[in-house]
């Protein structure tokens, strides 16, 4: 029996709208999935050749970079801030919609010709410095890893370049978003060596996922 593949996706928000896209690929989790109680970390599928890890969705890209799983789900913001060359994104999966942006206080103009710095708190950094680079404006990042909209207010940084998608979190914090930076969806990620390696599996389940979703090949 080979090993099994290792499936890793993300504990967060994008769970709830992966799980029927696994379904419909005929990867049902094990019972203890979705046992609140269970502290287990990897779990059995239907498929006795398939099984699931359940980790943060940052990780989720590094794991499956690593080859330490074969394919995952994760947002697109994610792949693009890590941009591992061992990875690829062959399946937009039309889940998990938002858009990476960048915010200042509400009514203040946007960072912009005759800039030269600008200190931005973000989980992003290496995206927001190269979106920076290319207006010439360097950006120095400070790393938080959640609550960025506060930043702004108690004077850790002047912008903030977090995910948007109702826009609500932004106006409760007196925040307006000033730029798009990208719009993001979730991804299917494979590990490219797994994809060479394990051909009589992986390449497949791309492949089902592409006809889930009905689309063709989105960006690696
Ligand atoms: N407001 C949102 N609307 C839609 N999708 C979002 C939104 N926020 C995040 N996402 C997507 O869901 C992914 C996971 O976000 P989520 O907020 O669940 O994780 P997190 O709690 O920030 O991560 P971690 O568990 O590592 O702290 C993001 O990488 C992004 O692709
Ligand atoms: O535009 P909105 O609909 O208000 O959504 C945006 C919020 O959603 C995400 O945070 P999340 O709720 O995942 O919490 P987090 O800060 O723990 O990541 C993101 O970081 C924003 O804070």
Known sequence: MPEP??????????????LPLLAAAGIEPAADFFDKKS????????????????????????????????????????????????????????????????AGPAGSAPPGLGESHIRVATKYPATTRRWFEGQGIQAECIKLNGAMEIAPKLGLASHIVDLVSTGRTLIENALEEQKIISEVSARLIVNRAAFKLRSAEVPALVERFREIVGQGDAAA
């Open 39 to 102: 502290r287990a970390l990897v779990f059995g599928t239907n498929q006795p050749h398939i099984s699931l890890i359940r980790v943060r969705a940052f990780d989720v890209a590094t794991f499956v970079a690593h080859g330490a799983a074969q394919l995952g789900i994760v947002g697109s913001d994610v792949v693009d801030e890590f941009g591992y060359s061992e990875l690829y994104a062959p399946v937009d999966l039309g889940i998990g919609h938002c858009r990476l942006s960048l």
């Open 5 to 18: 593949i290792i499936f890793a996706i993300p504990k967060g928000r994008i769970l709830d709208e992966a």
